[in-house]
């Protein structure tokens, strides 16, 4: 012990003084040499190749069967034609035709969903879905084909041609003999909501909300053990988008991600990672750079917890999915329904194969190309390093406490509790707030719109609390006699021991959360200086929840309208909308999905803000 400490003066050693004399610098280097970890990562040298883990997949070694091009073509004409008649709907007895010509068992589903912020806006909706029973299996297992329908009216890309590949590779499936498990095709209406009753139906289960009833379902297969999402737009079709991210982040298993692209690219398709090509030569400094800008887009995708498809509300009932989305670019070769359809049907046959469900490959990974990936014995010790940078501060606050005899008194983390209290309180009434804003705007006939009340309502009560904080919470810690440096060490345990729990579920809001606040958090104590001290507010600021989501709406406004940063209003006025509607989706998905980001940041990320902004101007030093 004589090491740490001489236990004749009880001063600290020589070498525990040195190193708090260095923190700075030790965690400035661990968080400057995490964040260059990490974009080393998306170099070729530092991840490895996808392969196969399950074997019993046999990619590609069948030979096709699928045929019926000619009549995904007539398919496609028909349902135009009646779709025509549908503009705002869905012809559900049409497809319900056509599956009972096929031959399937065909059934309906009737759901309704409540908007969580309006009760008395009440929607129905109606899915049609046909079984194909396996003529080798007992009914105890099967496979799931989805497309969603959108109707001619939508905003979002039709998906005429992928329900055509369905109902052809339906009637294709139907001659063989060969299927050991029922195929079960679903055409959702509403998108997720659909998807979601549907999924909630089959199990019999809810995702805790009461806004969806989710209705009865006519009949059921047996445990669904894969499902394949078609978002296809045209006939011809270059590329093939295939999406990943699921509810919360969840990723499906590695080993269908591979079994995908492979099976597209062997039929001549080019395969994409959140729409973005291989780049050709990965080993030069360009292409370092254009994989980790392919990294640094699948992790930001994967941080909101928002699905990219019908295939992410799966994952949550132990299903592996994933959405294939088609695309055509100009001056491409194109492929037709020929090629598309032996796709699919390599890749439902190869799932067919399955002896058991996906446990081989890795269920966490992170992809800086379609055939390259990072395993999370790889990720995770940058990530530490950077968790590492506030814990090594936050130790030598707590060892430094040595040398002052009266900060000592001054260090008790128990009495930090009325401090929590208050502000867990606060993200409740902040986690509650839209239904009673709305309830609100009702009640007094304001005549606001549903985006402008939540928001504007969020930034009333984000000024309100600030000012309760500066004063109120202030007030508590002088009570208390906290010292400064005390709460600046509970803020960075806290911290991190809440970013290694996020990052178990969802390494990118982890790293991207811990990436922005780390540095801004290790400044959170009162200086004397009156400059210095606004300045330190002005940066907390910044990280403000709300701040945050103005930021990174800004950012994605200046990359899909790149041309509107020339007329600054129009621009801003842009991203002002899309905050709005960013922070009603969080709070909806939240309700219908159980997509958690919005309870966190308010129950759990705002009360450490609320205790960094108090400790700013915390009086007892």
Known sequence: MGLLSNPSDK??????????????????????????????????????????????????????????????????AA??????????????????????????????????????????????????????????GASTECLVMSVPYRPPDSVLTGTNAGIAVMLSLAASFRAASYWARDVIFVVTEHEQLGMEA??????????????????????????????????????????????MEGLNGQLPNLDLVNLVHRLFQQERFTTTLKEREDYPDPLSMEG??????????????????????????????????????????????GSNFLLMGRAIEGIMRSLNNLQERFHQSFFFYLLPATNRYVSIGVYMPPFGL??????????????????????????????????????????????????????????MALGLSTEDVVFGGFCMLSVIHCILTSTVGVRMLSIQRL?????????????????????MGNISLAVLTCFIISPVFSIAKPVSQRFLKYCRYAVLMLVHPLSLLFIATLIDTYRVFPEEINQPWKFFGKTHTAAQRALIYAVVDGTFYGNWLFFAVSTLYLPLWSLAWANLGNLSR
């Open 386 to 443: 950077m968790i590492g940078s506030m814990l090594l501060q936050a130790v030598a606050l707590y060892i430094s406490r040595k040398e002052n005899p009266n900060e000592k008194q001054n260090w008790n983390f128990l009495n930090l509790g009325s401090f929590v209290l208050y502000s867990t309180i606060c993200g409740l009434l902040f986690y509650s707030a839209p239904e009673k804003l709305t309830r609100f705007n009702r009640s």
């Open 198 to 243: 549907w999924l909630e139906a089959y199990h019999y289960t809810s995702s805790g909300s009461n806004s969806i009833d989710f209705g009865q379902l006519d009949a059921r297969a047996g445990a669904i053990q894969a499902a394949i999402n078609l978002e296809i737009p045209y006939e011809k079709i270059s590329h093939i988008d295939v999406r």
């Open 11 to 76: 001063q600290l050693s020589p070498l525990l003084l040195k190193f708090v004399g260095k923190q700075k610098v030790l965690s400035s280097l661990f968080y400057i040499g995490s964040i260059v970890w990490f974009v080393c990562l998306a170099y070729r040298q530092f991840n490895a190749g996808t392969y196969f883990s399950e074997n019993a997949l046999l990619p590609g070694l069948v030979h096709s069967n699928f045929k019926e091009d000619f009549l995904a073509r007539q398919y496609v």
């Open 483 to 503: 010292s400064a440096n005390c709460v600046q060490c509970a803020i960075l345990l806290l911290t991190s021991t809440l970013m290694y729990a996020v990052a």
């Open 79 to 136: 349902i135009k034609a009646e779709a025509e008649r549908y503009p705002n709907g869905m012809p559900h007895a049409f497809i319900a035709a056509q599956f009972k010509q096929l031959g399937l068992d065909t059934f309906t589903h009737n759901f309704s969903v409540k908007y969580p912020l309006d009760e008395n806006e009440v929607y129905s909706g109606k899915n049609v879905y046909g079984i194909l029973r396996a003529s080798r």
């Open 288 to 333: 370092w750079i254009y994989s980790a800008s392919s990294l640094l887009t699948l992790m930001a995708s994967q941080a909101t917890g928002v699905p990219t498809g019908n295939h992410g509300l799966f994952h949550r009932f132990g299903i592996e999915a994933l959405t294939v989305a088609g695309s055509y670019k100009r001056g491409w070769h």
